[in-house]
């Protein structure tokens, strides 16, 4: 209401000037005149100078207006691209890849990520058995944008290890940055090949991430790294201890006696094992060994049993040493003590044998039940 009452007054204002005095111009050039009040010279130039203007604009719009159609089709197809993208990636989650695929590569000209498109379509035809167009698309997204260099190598490891193809997983994962989902294929991809020693070096890793299965798969290549053919005992002791200490469990050490081909050399290891950590397994292992270390076994065991009197797994060992030492008498008290302690079904069988051996067959009968029922 304010700026009507302003522009009212001002038109009455102004009528009232050009009531009063309207004012004369006149302009001659070239032998012609022109002659009018000063009022309408300035509606004049008023009105050409908007007409001037809107005038310019109009014919720029008409100029343009190509260049807008054009854009706003693009953008059309753009919109387009990407609700076909979607509903190709929705379809992928359904299952539905052979239409999932179709979906994707139609979007694919006006998509702003044609190479995501790309490589979905290639899970797609991986998803569907055809190797030859996962290819196709994984090429055809490497040439689009170089930048996808490390996700097409990961998805292309990913689709390798789904149908085991672990060769082409293993190529792909050359290319592939170092991170925790990475580790957990490289880990799948060299222990399915066997490739041990390739596996070792990312070892430490494995055991930093954890997880049930790196741990399950990095205990594997331990037991396996042991166990490998080497040329002397001393390669293979150098193989256990080079392993990160998480990963040096009793099953190791055991695997690693096993292929020893010098009973001194599985002393040796089996002695340091339980000087560093006593375990029933091991005990037995040394206590069972050849009767060429069999004094240097029995020193050890003398050596131990300030610490281990109590220990029905050392009487246990201790009595499997005086067996192998023909001292039937000391074996057999050994053994007895080891059960007193604490039931151990070897000790009984033992027992069982040694009263067999002397006759004394109904005893040997009942400790050898116990063995069993233990």
């Known amino acids: 209401m304010i700026y009507l009452f302003v522009i009212v007054l001002f038109a009455v204002l102004l009528g009232t000037l050009m009531h009063r005095d309207p004012g004369y111009v006149l302009v001659s050039y070239a032998g012609h005149t022109f002659q009018t009040s000063l009022w309408l010279l300035l509606a004049l130039i008023v009105a050409g100078a908007i007409g001037v203007r809107y005038g310019y604009r109009f014919i720029a719009m008409l100029i343009s207006s190509g ?40 979007g694919l000209d006006y998509s702003e990520v044609p190479a995501m498109n790309l490589l979905w379509a290639a899970r797609s035809a991986n998803a569907e058995g055809r190797a030859d167009k996962r290819d196709e698309y994984l090429q055809q997204a490497a040439s689009v944008d170089n930048g996808l260099g490390s996700a097409l190598a990961v998805a292309g490891a990913e689709m390798a290890i789904t149908r085991r ?26 222990s399915a090949l066997e490739h041990w020693h390739d596996l070792k070096e990312y070892l430490p890793s494995m055991i930093r ?36 200490s998480e990963l040096i469990s009793t099953e190791v050490i055991l695997a690693c006696v096993q292929q020893l081909s010098k009973d001194s050399a599985k002393e040796q290891m089996l002695k ?20 060429d270390t069999l004094t240097a076994r029995l020193k050890a065991m003398n050596g ?27 074996a057999q008290k050994a053994y007895e003590r080891s059960l007193a302690l604490s039931p151990r079904p070897l000790a009984s069988e033992r027992l069982g044998l040694l009263a067999s051996f002397e006759g004394d067959y109904k005893r040997g009968s009942e400790y050898l039940k116990q063995a069993i029922r233990r």
């Not at 049930?212 to 193989?239: H, P, Y």
């Not at 375990?279 to 050849?290: C, F």
């Open 209 to 244: 991430v954890g997880g049930d299965e790196l741990m399950s798969i990095a205990r594997s290549c331990a037991l396996s790294l042991v166990t490998l053919e080497v040329s002397t005992d001393g390669e293979r002791r150098k193989q256990l201890d080079r392993l990160p």
């Open 165 to 190: 193809d672990w060769g082409q997983a293993l190529t792909f994962l050359t290319d592939a940055p170092d991170n925790d989902h990475v580790l957990l294929m490289r880990a799948r991809t060299l």
């Open 67 to 106: 260049g807008r159609i054009s854009a706003w089709r693009i953008a059309r197809r753009k919109e387009k691209a990407t609700s076909l993208t979607m509903r190709g990636m929705a379809l992928m989650c359904q299952g539905e890849f052979e239409r999932a695929e179709r979906y994707l590569v139609s």
């Open 272 to 291: 340091r094992s339980l000087d560093q950590k006593w375990h029933p397994d091991l005990v037995v292992a040394y206590g069972q060994l050849g009767s």
């Open 304 to 330: 131990w049993r300030s610490g281990h009197s109590e220990d029905a797994d050392y009487h246990l060992g201790l009595g499997l040493m005086l067996e192998q030492s023909n001292d039937y008498a000391k």
